[in-house]
């Protein structure tokens, strides 16, 4: 990664929204086009700044959901995937108001810990809450763009499957890639109003438990790699089993966001 | 020189108890690296060790047998959101340093499960750094820092290492965890300092 990340001077540039996809009913995808993207890993962000006429700025970070390069070979251009939050400053405009064209500016990547490296020969286990899916989606596209071999399991907790982000790619990745995914979800009345779960995997009605923790992630003794990425409530429950259960501190690398944004 | 952003309006808010690119949070977001590790106020130790070598350790009785403050502040992290008059008790370095000869002009804060943060030894003096166990009037939660944890309340907030166990006073500066992942060494969160080169 000739344009990978170094920790230096971080210079703000001109993202132009190349597309928007809803993904859910509150989360969308952009892709953005950034001339001059020095590249990132996967599981960094990207800090957004937005600017008002009145010369009024706004600025929040994002994790970045694409690998890099994206897949069409693409050295500027990255996705971000936002979650609408409902008191949100930024996101409401990132999920609802931007459309292709629209500009604004980005700086990064940032974070260097939260990172996963293809060349890491540990099995991947990764827990998502909800829109923490989203660092997690990069390190899964990294291991198939880069030909990683080492098996992958996602443990992707969501309030019911209609809040599921990227389902359709995580299923079709299963078909091609060592990857498992597992679905929780937590909310409960959604099979009253039709909302269909993913057919091509476990699934379980519930937060996750020490007996889901064991029916799903790798063993102790795989000593995996593991990324947990969600709300506080759900990095803390998450990580806690993982120790509990025998798993290495060391092993795993956490990201929560709090409420706000 | 900002891009104009087509459609974003944003939601003015002039308070100048919020440094620019803040926000206001009324919640208490939490941001660590790695599982919160499990610290007990039974083996619980705090030490400072000098450039020289010399160590100087409490245990918890005796550290929280030393005169401490209630301290009402605002709090900056580099993620943006601020959270403004928060109450906490604790021991002020000062009260630790009193006793202990240095020359040091740097401090790296040390931490259970490993983590690290530098800050140069006159921002942890001269009251404006704690070793704060309570928060709220409770004991500090362990996702919190508990515990203790460092409070240096004027810098963003990775630089109040959670679960701290000491403090290594240094004659020249070194990189702890976030700065050596290209995080600001100093973060002044009033010059935006999140970045290096910031």
New interface residues.
Partial sequence: MARA?V????T?R?ATVKEAKDETATARTLTLDVPGWPGHSPGQHVAV?????D???????YSIGSAWPTSGAEPDRLEITVQRLADG?VSP?LAE???PG????VRGP?????TWDPSDPRPLLLFAGGSGIVPLMSMIRTHSQSGAKVPVRLIYSARTPADVIYQDELSQRQRVSPLTVTYLYTRAGWAARGILPARDARSYTTRLNAKILAETAFPVSATPATFVCGP?GF??AA??L??AAGHA??A???E?????G | MSTVTRGFTGRRRDDPKLPPGQYLEHGFPVLQAGPTPPVNTATWTFTITTETGGKTTWNWQEFTALPAEDITTDIHCVTQWSKLGTHWRGVSVDTLLMSIETNAAYAMARSYGGYTTNVPLPDLRDGKAWVAYSYDGKPLRPEHGGPARLLVPHLYFWKSAKWVTGLDLMLHDKHGFWEQLGYHDYGDPWREQRYQGD
């Fill in positions: 990340a920790p230096g001077r971080l703000w001109v700044k937005l600017t008002a006429a010369g009024y700025t706004a600025q929040r970070d400053e405009y108001i931007a459309e629209d500009q604004f500016d940032i974070g260097g810990w939260f506080s990095v803390e990580s806690s993982l120790v501190p060391g795993i690398k956490t929560r966001f709090g409420p706000g």
